[in-house]
């Protein structure tokens, strides 16, 4: 069964402190790994998509890695309205499941509070 | 500007009352989904349509219906609301892998 792990749970950091999230996942042949942001109250905002080992993405403060195991969203000099909830998610490359959908399976998330 | 939109966004609602959750999408998707999410908790898928008249249960038992009658539209029905169906509730889209979310609905039943 694919499984996907964040962790921290939570992470604390000052404004302009930069850390990294972790995203370990298992899963039998991967089809692609989302990263979402989430502001409480509202819907998941698509942030990337890696799709093989050794890819790596950006966008402003943003940077999103992939290893066949895990993935890291790397935070660069955060500002306090970075402060949310991150996700990742995992779709596996199979063709359908017994349903007939290909599954996503999401993380319970990482939340990152920046303070001034 | 393509989006997808969700309404209410927030809703109250007695116990035994019949809603509709609205969603719509401007992408020109044919994958649709409804998750259901708790606080701190993972989303949890379910329902799913393919595409015009094709709908399916997802992982979550779910007593919430919903129909596919035209690609850019997904409502999702409960026949008799629930303390139980209290939760945020999430429509999103995909034209390939990648699933772009509404803003959600969050639903408090009394």
């Known amino acids: 069964e694919d499984q996907v792990t964040q962790s921290p749970e939570a992470l604390r950091l000052q404004e302009g402190e930069s850390s990294s999230l972790n995203c370990s996942y298992t899963?039998?042949?991967?089809?692609?790994l989302f990263w979402y942001r989430q502001d409480p109250g509202k819907g998941p905002e698509f942030l990337f998509t890696?799709?093989?080992a050794g890819e790596e993405k950006e966008k402003e403060r943003l940077k999103a890695t992939l290893t066949k195991k895990e993935s890291f969203l790397h935070i660069t000099a955060p500002k306090p309205e970075d402060s949310a909830t991150y996700l990742c998610?995992?779709?596996?490359?199979?063709?359908?499941?017994?349903?007939?959908?290909?599954?996503?399976?999401f993380g319970t998330g990482t939340k990152l509070q920046v303070i001034p | 500007e393509a989006d997808i939109y969700q309404t209410p966004r927030y809703l109250v609602i007695g116990t035994g009352k019949k809603i509709t959750l609205e969603c719509s999408q401007t992408?020109?998707?044919?994958?649709m989904y409804w998750y259901q999410q708790d606080p701190g908790m993972e989303l949890h898928l379910i329902h799913y349509?393919?595409?015009?008249?094709?709908?399916e249960k997802g992982d979550l038992s779910s007593e919430s219906t919903v129909s596919r009658i035209r690609t850019e539209h997904f409502p999702l029905t409960l026949e008799s609301a629930r303390p139980s169906h209290t939760s945020q509730y999430l429509c999103?889209?995909?034209?390939?892998?990648?699933?772009?979310f509404g803003p959600g609905t969050r639903l408090l039943v009394l």
């Open positions: 999103a889209s995909s034209g390939r892998e990648t699933q772009y």
């Open positions: 899963v039998s042949g991967l089809r692609g």
């Open positions: 890696l799709y093989s």
């Open positions: 998610a995992v779709q596996a490359q199979v063709i359908l499941t017994e349903r007939g959908y290909q599954k996503v399976t």
């Open positions: 992408m020109g998707h044919d994958k």
């Open positions: 349509s393919y595409g015009v008249n094709s709908t």
